[in-house]
């Protein structure tokens, strides 16, 4: 069986008094795209800053390709390209400039870098801006940019640190399109960790949620949706205070029912099958309701089962490991 | 479309060609930076001219047959040349990540701070020249000829490199560009408390024991030599000797922040 791209065994980091990972254990496979979700402090960039050498794990160990990343740095540097999340570029270079130097800090010839430059052109797609100054580019060419740094050595593995963040919807999808195309035509191995739901859903063939420095879920994200019901009946109350009905949870073909401030939800297997008796259920106890929808179940589901939050509301606040690194 | 992951793969460059990369970074920028290049022109000539035109007739009156523009073209360099530093840019890059981007490459980590001290060196040597030639055209000749604007140009360069150690050394310590800003008032005692308006002898007191152990007494005395005296062999080897001793410490500085800032936290 062949060894796993990347592998972290019971990996802690602490910040003073602040545990950013606790005991993470993961393992990445040779070509798939990895997503790692969860809310802005849960500990994904201390992660891929340790992946990256960029820093060290208090305990426990991670390995990058079969290399150790404190003791093998150098062997893991070589074989790696790391788009953090904040970009970082020379806003004096041009864009040109920036990866012909990132290209031969790697090792790679002229003609080397040349070759590369057009491979990854489509991505870049700055036209005649490459030749500019980089301080001259918008958020988004210098995301797009900094995404290309990461690729001109062709790597064997690419780290992606929020790789969309900031950026507006259409260069969105041609990140999610370069990154798509990099695993589907190069076979390239991506780790990319995300607070995007649609985009984990979009891009990963596997995703680790990660919460408070620890991994609550882990698989495909079919597999995490099916965890937590196939479909997700969603009320919306008219009156926060309103008690929820109890026997929703006894209805036939129900699975849980959580309830999240004027919203019950509650996931099912088929759930236009429970619909009807769920409205029936509010009606009868008065319960005025504003609306009921169906959808099946997202992401976030699986975060709120797992986590009992809101992805998208989850408290940024918690840890903030990215400040401190 | 090229198959890619066949071709090419990332190896090591070697130092020579890591220097020659981030040097070539540093020089490129230069050009684009001419409002920190040209005040480091302009002050040594502002310099030349003011201190000639205030003081020139007092020394001459002081000391009979000194050439005071001869002896003052050196001090007029050493304003140009010393504190010419890439380490404000330094402290950019860790500011806004890019030198966490350059440190997860393969790069020879000694290159990222060699690479940018070999462009301040090119930078100094540059800057002295239209010095020279504004001495030259105030009078100012050489007594050992050619070779010895070669030597002076390369004493000045060390000297340059030399001091460039303390601000690169306090930019990879602190990241902050404040503190580099304060690190330029180092000069003011390499650049006073020495033989800057007057000849050694003719210092008395606290100044002259304090420019006796300043390292820019002998660096001035070995300039003014190769202007106003020929081949002084042991003046010369002092004042390089000077610079060596300064340079040691403000290197090896700079190395010690360096590892301290590669060092995984």
């Not at chain 1, 500019?132 to 640190?161: C, W």
């Not at chain 1, 169906?294 to 998208?312: C, H, M, Q």
Request: with cysteine; charged share 20%; aromatic share 8%.
């Amino acid at each position: 069986m062949q060894e796993p791209a990347a592998a972290t065994f019971g990996l802690c980091r602490r910040f003073g008094d602040v545990e950013a990972l606790r005991s993470v254990d993961l393992e990445i496979e040779r070509g798939e795209v990895y997503g790692f979700l969860g809310p802005n402090g849960a500990g994904k960039s201390t992660l891929i800053r340790i992946m990256c050498t960029l820093l060290v794990p208090s305990s426990g160990s991670a390995e990058v390709l079969g290399f150790d990343v404190v003791g093998d740095r150098h062997d893991v540097r070589l074989r790696i390209g790391v788009a953090l999340q904040d970009v970082a570029l020379d806003p004096k270079q041009t864009g040109n400039e920036l990866l012909r130097l990132q290209g031969s800090l790697y090792g790679l010839s002229r003609s080397e870098i040349d070759q590369r430059i057009a491979e990854i052109r489509g991505l870049i797609d700055l036209g005649d801006a490459l030749d500019r100054q980089i301080s001259t580019y918008s958020g988004g060419m210098k995301r797009r940019l900094d995404l290309a740094a990461a690729l001109v050595h062709n790597p064997e593995m690419l780290f992606l640190d929020e790789p969309t963040s900031g950026l507006d919807p259409i260069s969105r999808l041609k990140v999610w399109n370069e990154i798509r195309r990099l695993n589907s035509e190069y076979g390239m191995t991506i780790f990319l960790t995300t607070q995007y739901l649609d985009e984990a859903d979009e891009l990963a063939d596997r995703v680790g949620i990660i919460h408070q420095g620890s991994i609550v879920a882990e698989g495909t994200p079919e597999e995490l949706k099916r965890s937590v019901g196939t479909d997700v009946v969603v009320v919306r109350l008219s009156n926060t205070s309103a008690a929820t009905p109890d026997d929703l949870g006894r209805l036939p073909g129900v699975l849980s029912v959580e309830r999240a401030g004027d919203e019950v939800q509650v996931a099912a297997l088929d759930g236009a099958a429970v619909v009807g008796p769920i409205a029936v259920s509010f009606s009868e106890r008065d319960v005025a309701v504003r609306d009921i929808t169906l959808r099946t179940a997202s992401l976030d589901d699986v975060f709120f089962d797992v986590t009992g939050a809101r992805l998208e509301s989850a408290d940024s606040a918690d840890i903030l490991e990215e400040d401190r690194t | 479309m090229t198959p890619r992951a066949a071709t090419i793969k990332a190896r090591e460059g070697g130092f020579w060609h890591d220097l020659s990369a981030i040097a070539g970074r540093a020089l490129r920028a230069i050009p684009r930076e001419r409002e920190s290049v040209i005040p480091a022109l302009l002050i040594p000539v502002f310099w030349l001219l003011v201190s000639v035109g205030a003081l020139e007739t007092i020394a001459g009156s002081t000391y009979p047959g000194l050439d005071f523009r001869g002896f003052q073209l050196p001090v007029a360099v050493v304003f140009a040349v010393t504190g010419v530093s890439r380490a404000p840019e330094l402290v950019l890059d860790i500011q806004n990540g890019y030198f966490d981007r350059l440190t997860i490459t393969p790069v020879r980590r000694s290159s990222l701070l060699l690479g940018m001290m070999m462009a301040d060196l090119a930078l100094v040597i540059v800057l002295t020249i239209p010095v020279l030639i504004i001495g030259w055209f105030v009078g100012v000749g050489f007594a050992t000829g050619f070779g010895g604007v070669i030597v002076f140009l390369a004493l000045a360069g060390l000297w340059g490199l030399a001091f460039t150690g303390f601000l690169y050394a306090i930019a990879l310590k602190t990241a902050d560009p404040a503190a580099v800003t304060a690190g330029l008032l180092l000069f003011f005692p390499f650049a006073f408390l020495t033989t800057t308006f007057l000849p050694q002898d003719a210092l008395s007191g606290w100044i002259a024991t304090a420019a006796e152990y300043n390292p820019m007494t002998y660096l001035l005395a070995a300039l003014r030599s190769l202007i106003l005296e020929g081949w002084a062999w042991d003046t010369l080897a002092v004042g390089f000797g000077a610079v060596a001793t300064i340079g040691a410490v403000s290197l090896s500085l700079a190395v010690l922040a360096l590892r301290s800032r590669l060092r995984p936290r």
